[in-house]
């Protein structure tokens, strides 16, 4: 397993909006190909994980009415998506991955944190490829803390020229990290919509520095 440290990979990016979008999550009561990767690689709405580990909410739903809900805690849940041959073509002709994550208003009075772990990519001709996002921003927990947003960007083009040109499968995926301190069995949520690969218009778009990108952009 390839592992990629954040701090290597944090830089300062300028971009407009991209060329195009491809949504490939916006969890409108449907779930969009996403599976769990750690409970047999099954769909999130599976009898066995919805409504228990996922289910259909509207916090944090930013492509519109509904987003998905994550409510089992701890580290290394993992939400995933195998991409169609369709997708896996938008893949290869974007440049970067965006998902907006969020927490709903806390009603509990006691601390905690959630937030996404890491991401990883594995695709034909491209070995399993983690990048540890354990140094960028969580979202703490106190008595009254609001709902917030976040989106999550990540430049993939540097891995493009490990995948094959017509490659089998593509896979994404989500390790999500977080817990409530009084109660680690619950209740935990962490919602998630509006997943996209995107085309960034290349005559706007600035970077500095070398390697894999990630730009957390903080919406209140």
Do not use: H
């Not at 778009?205 to 919406?219: D, E, I, S, W």
């Amino acid at each position: 397993m390839k592992k990629i440290g954040t701090m290597a990979c944090l830089t300062c990016i300028l971009f407009s909006l991209p060329a195009y979008a491809v949504v490939i999550g916006n969890w409108e009561g449907s779930p969009d190909g996403w599976i769990d990767w750690g409970e047999g690689q099954i769909s999130v709405d599976d009898p066995t994980l919805m409504p228990g580990m996922y289910d259909y909410g509207t916090v944090g739903a930013t492509n519109g009415s509904q987003s998905l809900k994550l409510t089992d805690q701890g580290w290394g849940q993992t939400l995933a998506i195998k991409l169609t041959a369709a997708q896996r073509a938008d893949f290869l002709a974007s440049s970067l991955f965006s998902i907006d994550y969020s927490v709903a208003a806390d009603t509990l009075g006691v601390g905690g944190y959630a937030r996404i772990q890491g991401i990883a990519f594995n695709a034909d001709g491209l070995s399993w490829t983690e990048i540890d996002l354990a140094e960028t921003e969580n979202f703490w927990f106190w008595g009254g803390s609001p709902e917030r947003t976040q989106t999550l960007v990540y430049d993939y083009s540097a891995l493009k020229a490990s995948i094959n040109p017509n490659p089998n499968w593509i896979e994404i995926i989500l390790v999500t990290n977080g817990q409530r301190d009084t109660d680690p069995a619950g209740p935990f949520e962490l919602y998630f919509d509006n997943a996209q690969l995107l085309v960034p218009e290349p005559t706007t778009m600035a970077l500095l520095g070398l390697g894999a990108l990630l730009t957390l952009k903080k919406r209140k």
